[in-house]
């Protein structure tokens, strides 16, 4: 009886963290808040990547951001104080990029100015699809209507969306995200969009490859209930949703997604997390 | 004619029934004629979000339609409505030309957002400002959810898509308040014209409106069982079954006049 009842609890948050061997973190939203320049690293965060790292655990960063390269965020996340590299980090662009070029597609491109540079290697010429990413200033009508008559000229139209997020927060309030704007071109266009980056199976499933590791070894932490924790749930992973960044009251009420566990930061997170498997 | 009720208010569509671009309709003149002998109220409704109704007016007047300003009523009449109705202070995207149908509202400290056909103002920072007004519960009221229009440059993206998108950010629900593209009844109730005649049967029934036609006929204080409305056959949903099909409007017209 004693023993059905310990198994049980090491089911749920925080209990679980005793069999972990990995941990993923969202980047905006739990290390950071964007903003103007670089934006301001959320409190504890710093230290609690470092407690990472110290730890038996895998760590990998996967993200949607999609306002500049990958080497240009991380190079902005060191200036803010973090421990991270390149390597360590999954955003979609070099995912899209891959699935372009398997699939022979030359893409339109709807993205911030920031992100051009990664598509370098990449045939724009005569495009026959459309990559949208969150391109923020960028997506005024007049780049809409470009891309959505690149779209409606096509006679097989295939639109990619860097992520599908409502919307996230900067410091000077909450901003639409690539996913309105993927929803208003599918309206437009009436197709369905291919979503690459979170909540993709496939993406999800690029990282766990990287590391090693099984979807019940690993949790998934972030501030996007639908994205971060119930794309990482629908993967096998535990999700653990923090309440910085986008989070808002209601999430804790969501009709479909129930996070494995709620906290008040990252900080607390990893806390939690060492404390469970003795440290 | 048993079962007949009395017909107190007709809606007539513009475009394709009274005129079509700058060309009265023939026989049209005349029918609205006897329309208005047969002292029924009538309304003219049209999906316009571009001309405010004094265009409208001036351009029907040059082709000799007795009619008033009042009784024009058009998408953007409906949203005004609407607006009147619930007391909401509207943030307006729509265009510079159909601001005049909306002077006389309150439109400080808005807490309601209207979306009409506005490139202008389908800009990020003016979607984002709409979005936060909706997150923290303002209504999205959309004039209507066309996917895109023609312009002299090729195709440019309509209201629906910036609509859809905003539906989605802030996880709600528009309500669209325009003249549908195809207008919704439940069983009979239209008399349509433009297709083989066929025969009449006789019977007003019930019908369910859209939020459009309820508002124009609010405003002349009837409900949708004392109505009827009047269009072009490409006009209605195919899925009821219409009972009243005339080869032309002035027939029509006439066929009323002798139920009445």
Redesign the interface.
């Known amino acids: 009886m004693r023993s059905k009842r310990f198994a049980m609890a090491a089911t749920g948050w925080p209990g679980f963290a005793k069999s972990l061997k990995g941990v993923i973190l969202d980047l905006c939203g739990v290390l950071y808040d964007s903003g103007e320049g670089d934006g301001v690293a959320i409190p504890g965060s710093i230290e609690a990547v470092k407690k990472l790292k110290a730890s038996d655990l895998q760590l990998r960063f996967c993200t949607n951001e999609t306002q500049a390269t990958r080497e240009k965020f991380v190079a902005k996340l060191q200036r803010l104080g973090f421990d991270i590299s390149v390597s360590e980090v999954f955003p979609p662009a070099p995912a899209a990029i891959a699935v372009v070029k398997q699939r022979g597609l030359r893409p339109h491109l709807l993205v911030h100015d920031g992100l051009l540079q990664e598509f370098d290697g990449v045939d724009q010429t005569n495009p026959n699809c459309v990559i949208i990413g969150d391109a923020?200033?960028?997506?005024?009508?007049q780049n809409?209507?470009e891309a959505?008559?690149v779209l409606?000229g096509l006679e097989n139209p295939v639109l990619f969306s860097l992520g599908q997020g409502?919307?996230y927060k900067e410091t000077d309030?909450?901003?639409?995200?690539v996913?309105?704007?993927m929803?208003?071109?599918?309206?437009?266009?009436?197709l369905k969009a291919e979503v690459i980056g979170k909540p993709s199976l496939t993406f999800f499933q690029s990282v766990l490859n990287d590391m090693g590791l099984k979807p019940h070894e690993t949790l998934m932490i972030g501030d996007d209930l639908v994205n971060d924790v119930g794309g990482a749930q629908y993967c096998g992973m535990k999700g653990v949703q923090v309440r910085t960044g986008k989070y808002r009251p209601s999430d804790e009420k969501h009709p479909t997604v129930t996070a494995d566990g709620t906290v008040d930061n990252l900080a607390q997170a990893v806390d939690m997390i060492l404390k469970q498997r003795g440290f | 004619m048993a079962g007949r009720r009395a017909l107190k208010a007709v809606l007539i569509d513009l475009s394709g029934t009274l005129h079509v671009e700058d060309t009265a309709v023939p026989g049209a003149q005349d029918a609205l004629h006897c329309l208005r002998q047969a002292s029924v109220s009538v309304k003219f409704v049209t999906n316009t979000t571009k001309e405010s109704k004094r265009n409208l007016l001036e351009r029907l007047q040059r082709l000799n339609f007795d009619l008033q300003e009042k009784e024009i009523f058009t998408s953007l009449s409906a949203a005004r409505s609407l607006l009147e109705q619930k007391q909401h202070r509207p943030l307006l995207l729509v265009e510079d030309s159909a601001l005049e149908d909306f002077t006389g509202i309150d439109t400080s400290h808005p807490n309601a957002v209207v979306v009409g056909l506005a490139?202008?103002h389908?800009?990020?920072?003016t979607?984002?400002r709409a979005?936060?007004m909706i997150?923290d519960g303002a209504p999205l009221i959309a004039i209507h959810k066309a996917?895109?229009y023609k312009r002299k440059d090729?195709?440019?993206?309509?209201p629906?898509?910036?609509v859809?998108?905003?539906?989605?950010?802030?996880?709600c629900k528009a309500t669209v308040v325009g003249k549908p593209e195809k207008t919704f009844f439940t069983q009979v109730n239209i008399l349509a014209f433009g297709a083989n005649n066929s025969p009449a049967s006789e019977t007003f029934s019930n019908f369910l409106f859209d939020f459009f036609s309820i508002q124009a006929l609010s405003e002349l204080g009837c409900s949708p069982s004392e109505a009827v409305m009047i269009g072009d056959v490409s006009m209605f949903k195919v899925s009821i079954s219409v009972q009243f099909v005339f080869a032309d409007y002035f027939q029509l017209v006439t066929s009323m006049q002798i139920s009445i």
């Not at chain 1, 923020?136 to 009508?141: G, L, R, V």
């Not at chain 1, 309030?173 to 995200?177: E, F, Q």
Request: some cysteine; overall charge negative; aromatic content about 20%.
């Open positions: 923020a200033e960028h997506f005024s009508y809409l209507n959505f008559r409606i409502r919307y309030g909450l901003k639409l995200d996913g309105a704007y929803k208003a071109l599918e309206y437009a266009c009436d | 490139p202008d389908f800009n990020y920072q979607l984002n979005f936060r997150l996917r895109y090729g195709l440019a993206l309509g629906g898509p910036f859809t998108g905003l539906e989605y950010a802030a996880e």
